[in-house]
């Protein structure tokens, strides 16, 4: 069973779409020339009507193919490339069983926890978009952390150390130990209630 996402973009945000994208002859990769994830993955933000973010290759397949699964793989192991020729539906065990077999495999990050890594370029990206107000839950989605860490990094209370130059920049292995501490002492406010 695949699941699906719905993508529905006007025209102008097609072309729009296509411009970020270095398209070259029908069988090189077309790499996403905007901004990326963590993973290489290109982002799309749409604009129109529905003011929603996409994974690009997502995108590239559904405006080619018009499949809107939610696995879409890349044949050619290039997270940032949108030619349609290289796309293909999947689910998510394929998806899986193709990263392992590449040797790219790494659980999701929220799911490991609330607290992964993220560069500095991420959260200049979650800043910009949380500003043009795209939810937190759709950005962690997207980033595979937490709602909470979204919001944590956009209001900067964690990142305010960086600046964008510092691309390698990640989190220290003691923050999520923070994190496990902050959830069990919530400013004891509820302890508060007279
Ligand atoms: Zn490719």
């Known amino acids: ?39 290489g993955y290109g982002i799309f933000s749409a604009y129109g009507a529905t003011q929603r973010t996409y994974r690009a290759h997502r995108v590239a397949s559904a405006i080619a193919h018009g499949d809107t699964h939610k696995i879409i793989l890349h044949k050619c192991n290039n997270p940032s490339c949108c030619n349609p020729k290289h796309l293909s539906p999947g689910t998510l065990s394929e998806n899986t069983q193709q990263a392992i077999r590449e040797g790219r495999w790494n659980p999701p990050r929220g799911e490991r926890n609330g607290n992964a890594k993220l560069t500095a370029n991420d959260v200049c990206t979650i ?15 997207r980033f595979g952390v937490s709602a909470k860490h979204i919001s944590r990094v956009s209001s900067s209370k964690r990142w305010s150390h960086i600046s964008p130059h510092n691309e390698s920049l990640t989190t220290q292995q003691g923050t999520r130990h923070h994190d496990d501490h902050d959830r069990h002492n919530p400013n004891r406010r509820t302890d508060r209630t007279p």
């Open 127 to 141: 800043r910009r978009l949380r500003d043009r107000g795209i939810p937190c839950k759709e950005l962690a989605v």
């Open 1 to 39: 069973m695949l699941e699906t996402v719905q993508i529905t973009l006007l025209p102008s945000e097609i072309e729009r779409f296509w411009s970020y994208v270095d398209i070259r002859s029908a069988d090189d990769c077309w790499e996403w020339q905007g901004a990326r994830s963590a993973r």
